[in-house]
């Protein structure tokens, strides 16, 4: 059995780009040499996860490809191993200087599956030397902590990127599928093409859309958002897959995609220059604090993480005066020491 050409044809069934008979599926799946195929196609997905803080089942996820064939449905539901509170939880941003284009384990993560994607892209649409494929190229676009950044992609869609964000890209699209890799925020205006769907990669999540306008949020594993203003967006993970209309918001709950109405003004303000969240958890606000003042989080006991408030704050505003109308409006003690922002009760 040729495992290069399993690899490929797995990845057309997990991604639905082409058309594959189910019987090849089954097929496939019942042979143990497309098992360890499957678990080498998975190799980046783990790599990227340790580096980024939740760890993938393998065998879970063939399970979940398997399902797909299945005559029932079943749904498998992941489920984060919990913490114990005694650790200290440090979270987020570390400091870099994102001027030198420093490569964060995030980073290059996200760099090795546009490199992977497009490969296999490429290998599927014309015959292509192992040297050509290695020599894909890519732009890449890194915003330093306490800016926001616009750009146009090489097919015309509009990007504006958040504080600590970084967008990763070909130079000139593949022939199928336009694909980008995201670490952090960034708001889309995707140019219309029906026929070359537009996908972004997170650490979790893929996005996927023909053209439309939304908000992808994602630097914490914790804290991942796609939330849409205008059109229709495909979100998926290795779990399951939604599809989301205006006003809505996939997130993650323990592994597996939720849907829920929103204002997705609550998500976009910060283009404008204004944090706001309505019931938000105190992890992702200090995660936006992080990422615009470029500092570390500290706290001692990661229940009060869970702390949900209503918070509003401007970009033009100190970091000082931001934690003291935090502590204003809870009854937590939150302080600055010098790249922290420690937490205590």
């Not at 497309?34 to 190799?43: K, N, T």
């Not at 570390?94 to 994607?117: F, G, H, N």
Request: charged share 30%; glycine share 4%; with cysteine.
């Amino acid at each position: 059995m040729d495992k290069n050409k399993d690899i490929d044809r797995l990845l057309d069934f997990a991604n639905n780009e082409e058309n594959i008979d189910l019987q090849e599926v089954e097929k496939l799946i019942g042979s143990e040499d497309a098992m360890e195929a499957w678990r080498e196609m998975e190799d980046l997905e783990e790599a990227a996860n340790r580096a980024m803080g939740s760890l993938p089942d393998i065998d879970k996820e063939w399970e979940a490809l398997k399902t797909r064939v299945a005559p029932k449905k079943r749904f498998i539901i992941w489920k984060a191993v919990a913490v114990a509170a005694a650790v200290v939880a440090i979270f987020m941003v570390s400091r870099v200087d994102w001027s030198q284009k420093e490569t964060t384990p995030e980073v290059a993560a996200l760099e090795e599956i546009i490199d992977k994607k497009e490969a296999a892209q490429a290998k599927r649409v014309e015959t292509t030397t192992s040297a050509t494929i290695a020599s894909i190229h890519k732009q890449r676009v890194d915003v330093p902590a306490g800016e926001t950044r616009n750009l146009i992609l090489p097919d015309g869609t509009e990007v504006c990127l958040n504080a600590k964000s970084t967008i990763i890209y070909p130079e000139s699209f593949g022939k199928k599928v336009r694909r980008v890799a995201l670490y952090g925020e960034a708001y889309f205006k995707v140019k219309r093409d029906p026929g070359h769907p537009f996908v972004i990669h997170t650490r979790n999540v893929d996005t996927r859309v023909i053209g439309t306008e939304f908000n992808v949020r994602s630097y914490d594993a914790n804290d991942t958002h796609v939330t849409l203003v205008k059109g229709l967006v495909e979100v998926s993970t290795i779990y399951n897959r939604v599809n989301i209309e205006p006003n809505q918001d996939a997130s993650l709950d323990g592994g597996k995609l939720v849907v829920a109405d929103v204002n997705p003004k609550d998500y976009t303000s910060w283009r404008e220059g204004v944090m706001y969240f309505d019931d938000a958890s105190l992890r992702t606000i200090l995660q936006q604090l992080g990422a615009w003042y470029d500092m570390n989080i500290v706290c001692n006991d990661p229940r009060l993480l869970d702390h949900h408030f209503h918070f509003i704050f401007s970009k033009d505003d100190s970091l000082e005066e931001a934690v003291n109308l935090l502590n204003s409006s809870s009854n937590l003690y939150i302080k600055v020491e010098g790249n922290k922002i420690l937490i205590e009760k």
